[in-house]
């Protein structure tokens, strides 16, 4: 007797609530049930119709129960990240008498005291600083916080801290000292990420209340002892990161800023399947990868980030790109033609660009630019006087050569040989006779304003797009007025022209994970449903054969004319050597009984690549 057997999944299991899990797939929902005897028994009868919607046995340390996943919806993936990316004030913030926060930094505090853990990205020059004092104001009953950024930004910080904290009773210590007991380190302490290491004894004495951790990219390096480090400090109501850049390079960047602050990420190996491409290579595990960078994008926003660009939030004028090709002279044929004949390894050369071999051919190349950079940037002051120009290089030496050759302009140098660097910026932001500012692009990449500024010129090319976009942000920031033109400087024929190639790749990889501008990719279908209630079909193989007897006997016989060799070979046709002799004395029948045809209908199931596609569809649907 054939059957058809209809389950209301929801009515016949007791389903926790849905919890969102990550997976090799990808998010899915997971809900738990304990056992029930009819269901179990239906579950072990039909695992495979169980199984298709989602549901399994399991048992996990002695005890079994059943686990259903489901799919995450494309559209409310779309509506959850919506709902996150338009950010509202939903609370009356506190604030210094006299001061107020712009609206779209009220809209990151309010985010951030929802939340245990926040990671505020919003693009550099936003104010993030403010907004971290802001959720320090409106959390109640702290009295500790620790504070970590770069060595440059100690006195920042402390600056800010005065400005737009609320307690004015607090003890704020900079940590430029080594504090030895717990009561040394104030109220407030503010450390660099390099000093850490030496006084990790003392801090890990303490639990403070609030950790913040400005320019979170530091440690997105696990084995890093500055990661390690900053890892090991204990805090209690809310742990704060701050970056404009939370991954410079590679997804794989970002998960070590992350893995800690929403239980999605913790696990490692998930993460590098789902968003890095992860496989396993030619030298073993590869992260370096990215995928489904839409999603990732999606579920940081629900989860922890807050990230805003400059033209979402504040009416900055746009960025203008251009890159400039220069005509190569007679030197620099020569060494194009050196450079030529090397095989260059840009996975190497992106690896460790500051060691690689390939270094010197990029610094020679660079110093035979010098000269055309400044023959091009005094035609255009010649023209513009009022104008100001901020000029990135990343060796010595070519900084010195434009140093000298634009002398006349009064240039300034900002590098990490720059003693008084507050000094050097003030000059460039208040002096119009200061025209010039030449600045290591990494020396200059954070903590810097040179909004005078609305030119900026790259006479070198970092390998990175993060630290490129760092240093952009020194002139495109609050505060810029103007129209910010950015141009690259690039030789033609030579390496620069293919690391531009390379950077525009690494651009789209970087800007498609934080900011949201594309519809993300389709998630994996919704589960079966039926007026919001989930009913689970199970159709035996007594309904599949019911009436396509002579169907499956034909299929018996295209695979019996395929098998003339009975399995005795490999060859890809045809019964395998299991099947082959049940297969052919079916074949050889001259009609099916139910029973074979069910049984047959089950074999033949896993050979459907070779029957006729009108056969299959008519059997099968």
């Given at each position: 007797?054939?059957?058809?057997?209809?389950?209301n999944?929801?009515?016949?299991?007791?389903w926790s609530?849905?919890?969102?899990?990550q997976?090799k797939?990808?998010?899915?929902?997971?809900?738990?049930?304990?056992?029930?005897?009819?269901?179990?028994?239906?579950?072990?009868?039909?695992?495979?119709?169980?199984s298709?919607?989602?549901?399994?046995?399991?048992?996990?340390?002695?005890?079994?129960?059943?686990?259903?996943?489901?799919?995450?919806?494309?559209?409310?993936?779309?509506?959850?990240?919506?709902?996150?990316q338009?950010l509202t004030i939903?609370?009356?913030?506190?604030?210094?008498?006299?001061?107020?926060?712009?609206?779209?930094?009220?809209?990151?505090?309010?985010?951030?005291?929802?939340r245990?853990?926040?990671?505020?990205?919003?693009d550099?020059?936003?104010?993030?600083?403010?907004?971290?004092i802001?959720?320090?104001?409106?959390?109640?009953?702290?009295?500790?916080?620790?504070?970590?950024?770069?060595?440059?930004?100690?006195?920042?910080?402390?600056?800010?801290?005065?400005?737009?904290?609320?307690?004015?009773d607090?003890k704020?210590?900079?940590g430029?000292?080594?504090?030895?007991?717990?009561e040394?380190?104030?109220?407030?302490?503010?450390?660099?990420?390099?000093?850490?290491?030496?006084?990790?004894?003392?801090?890990?004495?303490?639990?403070?209340?609030?950790?913040?951790?400005?320019?979170?990219?530091?440690?997105?390096?696990?084995?890093?002892q500055?990661?390690?480090?900053?890892?090991k400090?204990?805090?209690?109501?809310?742990?704060?990161?701050?970056?404009?850049?939370?991954?410079?390079?590679?997804?794989i960047?970002?998960?070590?800023?992350?893995?800690?602050?929403?239980?999605?990420?913790?696990?490692?190996?998930?993460?590098?399947?789902?968003?890095?491409?992860?496989?396993?290579?030619?030298?073993?595990?590869?992260?370096?990868?990215?995928?489904?960078?839409?999603?990732?994008?999606?579920?940081?926003?629900?989860?922890?980030?807050?990230?805003?660009?400059?033209?979402?939030?504040?009416?900055?004028?746009?960025?203008?790109?251009?890159?400039?090709?220069?005509?190569?002279?007679?030197?620099?044929?020569?060494?194009?033609?050196?450079?030529?004949?090397?095989?260059?390894?840009?996975?190497?050369?992106?690896?460790n660009?500051?060691?690689?071999e390939?270094?010197?051919?990029?610094?020679?190349?660079s110093?035979?630019?010098?000269?055309?950079i400044?023959?091009?940037?005094?035609?255009?002051?010649?023209?513009?006087?009022?104008?100001?120009?901020?000029?990135?290089?990343?060796?010595?030496?070519?900084?010195?050569?434009?140093?000298?050759?634009?002398?006349?302009?009064q240039?300034?140098?900002?590098?990490?040989a720059?003693?008084?660097?507050?000094?050097?910026?003030?000059r460039?932001?208040?002096?119009?006779?200061?025209?010039?500012?030449?600045?290591?692009?990494?020396?200059a990449?954070?903590?810097?304003t040179?909004?005078?500024?609305?030119?900026?010129?790259?006479?070198?090319?970092?390998f990175?797009?993060?630290?490129?976009?760092?240093?952009e942000?020194?002139?495109?920031?609050?505060g810029?007025?103007?129209?910010v033109?950015?141009?690259?400087?690039?030789?033609?024929?030579?390496?620069?022209?293919e690391?531009?190639?390379?950077?525009?790749?690494?651009?789209?990889?970087?800007?498609?994970?934080?900011?949201?501008?594309?519809?993300?990719?389709?998630?994996?279908?919704?589960?079966?449903s039926?007026?919001?209630?989930?009913?689970?079909?199970i159709?035996?193989?007594?309904d599949?054969?019911?009436?396509k007897?002579?169907?499956?006997?034909?299929?018996?016989?295209?695979?019996s004319?395929?098998?003339d060799?009975?399995?005795?070979?490999?060859n890809?046709?045809?019964?395998?050597?299991?099947?082959?002799?049940?297969?052919?004395?079916?074949?050889k029948?001259?009609?099916?009984?139910?029973?074979?045809?069910?049984?047959?209908?089950?074999?033949?199931?896993?050979?459907?690549?070779?029957?006729?596609?009108?056969i299959?569809?008519?059997?099968?649907?």
């Open positions: 007797m054939n059957e058809m057997i209809k389950i999944l929801e009515k016949e299991f007791q609530e849905k919890r969102m899990v997976t797939r990808g998010p899915m929902y997971l809900r738990k049930a304990p056992l029930n005897e009819k269901m179990v028994k239906l579950c072990k009868k039909y695992p495979k119709e169980f298709r919607v989602g549901i399994s046995l399991n048992t996990f340390r002695g005890k079994t129960d059943f686990s259903w996943w489901l799919p995450i919806e494309k559209n409310e993936l779309e509506r959850t990240a919506k709902v996150e338009k939903d609370r009356k913030l506190k604030c210094v008498d006299g001061l107020d926060y712009l609206n779209y930094q009220k809209e990151a505090i309010c985010y951030g005291l929802k245990k853990a926040v990671l505020l990205g919003d550099m020059g936003l104010g993030k600083t403010i907004q971290a802001g959720i320090m104001n409106n959390t109640p009953n702290w009295k500790s916080a620790i504070i970590v950024c770069p060595k440059i930004l100690l006195t920042n910080w402390k600056r800010e801290l005065e400005t737009w904290l609320i307690k004015k607090v704020i210590v900079v430029d000292f080594k504090p030895k007991t717990v040394e380190l104030g109220d407030i302490f503010i450390v660099n990420y390099e000093r850490l290491a030496s006084i990790k004894e003392v801090i890990a004495k303490k639990t403070f209340d609030f950790a913040i951790e400005d320019e979170a990219h530091n440690i997105k390096t696990y084995k890093a500055r990661s390690k480090n900053t890892k400090i204990k805090w209690s109501k809310k742990l704060i990161r701050i970056t404009g850049t939370p991954f410079l390079n590679k997804p960047e970002l998960h070590n800023l992350i893995n800690d602050m929403d239980p999605y990420f913790a696990n490692w190996k998930k993460y590098a399947y789902r968003y890095c491409n992860g496989h396993n290579g030619a030298y073993g595990f590869d992260p370096t990868g990215s995928s489904n960078l839409e999603e990732l994008q999606m579920i940081l926003y629900d989860t922890i980030m807050v990230r805003r660009l400059k033209s979402e939030v504040l009416d900055l004028p746009e960025k203008q790109r251009q890159t400039i090709y220069l005509k190569p002279n007679r030197e620099q044929i020569k060494a194009l033609k050196e450079l030529n004949m090397i095989d260059v390894n840009y996975n190497e050369l992106f690896k660009p500051e060691f690689s390939y270094a010197k051919i990029f610094h020679q190349i110093i035979t630019k010098v000269p055309q400044i023959e091009y940037v005094d035609e255009v002051l010649k023209e513009n006087p009022d104008k100001k120009l901020v000029i990135g290089a990343i060796h010595h030496d070519v900084e010195d050569m434009l140093l000298e050759g634009l002398k006349k302009y240039p300034s140098i900002l590098n990490g720059t003693k008084d660097k507050q000094a050097v910026i003030d460039f932001q208040n002096e119009k006779e200061n025209q010039v500012i030449i600045c290591g692009i990494k020396a990449g954070i903590g810097v040179l909004t005078a500024a609305d030119w900026l010129i790259f006479a070198e090319l970092y990175t797009p993060g630290i490129m976009n760092q240093f942000d020194r002139i495109y920031r609050i810029q007025r103007n129209q033109l950015i141009q690259q400087f690039v030789l033609e024929g030579s390496l620069d022209e690391i531009i190639l390379k950077l525009i790749k690494k651009q789209e990889i970087f800007e498609r994970a934080l900011n949201i501008s594309s519809k993300p990719k389709e998630a994996v279908k919704q589960a079966i039926n007026n919001n209630e989930h009913i689970l079909t159709k035996t193989i007594k599949e054969a019911k009436g007897n002579e169907l499956i006997h034909k299929c018996l016989k295209i695979l004319g395929y098998d060799d009975h399995a005795a070979q490999l890809g046709v045809g019964f395998n050597k299991i099947d082959s002799n049940f297969g052919n004395s079916l074949a029948c001259e009609s099916l009984t139910d029973k074979q045809a069910q049984a047959a209908l089950k074999m033949c199931k896993k050979y459907w690549r070779q029957l006729p596609k009108e299959v569809k008519e059997i099968w649907g």
